[in-house]
């Protein structure tokens, strides 16, 4: 990955890599990208499984979602992968979307998405529901990253 080394980088998990983690990498991107108050980071993200040999979009619902949110379709090229030592080394923060997935990451560089605006428990994965599920659980991540931004600039 080539990326710009004097940001900081957030890696966002979640279980495929197709709803939670995409949909908070692009909300970021997108408040980043219209930031006037200092936050700048780079963010990618990726998944517990592997998706292989078939490759998967993120679901049509997210992608839905962030262009209602966002007012574009940042997901429009996003490829489900999974996460590795090499992806989590080139990230400052890894957010991960449940408490249990904290395990698998340096304890000095791990958060929940609750955890970045200062709360407890996990993301509700929206897989399987319908549309108003997702749209609620994109509006929550970017309440999250919104309350988490302060947090985010002192990487």
């Known amino acids: 990955m080539n990326r710009d080394t004097s940001q900081p980088h957030v890696l966002f998990i979640c279980r495929g ?3 939670r983690s995409p949909m908070a990498m692009a909300l970021l991107r997108h408040r980043v990208g219209r930031a006037t108050d200092g936050l700048s980071v780079t963010t990618s993200s990726a998944g517990y499984y592997e998706w292989e040999p078939f490759a998967r979009e993120a679901h049509p619902y997210a992608r839905r979602a962030v262009v209602e949110l966002c007012g ?11 996460w590795n030592s090499r992806i989590v080394a080139e990230a400052d923060l890894v957010v991960v979307a449940e408490g249990w997935m904290s395990s698998d990451f340096p304890r000095d560089r791990v958060v929940t998405m609750r955890e970045l ?3 407890h428990g996990d993301v509700e994965d ?3 529901g319908d549309y108003d599920m997702y749209i609620a659980c994109a509006r929550e991540i970017d309440r999250l990253i919104a309350a988490g931004a302060a947090w985010l600039r002192e990487l």
């Open 117 to 119: 605006a200062g709360e």
């Open 126 to 128: 929206p897989y399987g």
């Open 72 to 82: 574009s379709d940042l997901l429009a090229d996003h490829i489900a992968r999974s």
């Open 17 to 19: 890599n197709l709803c």
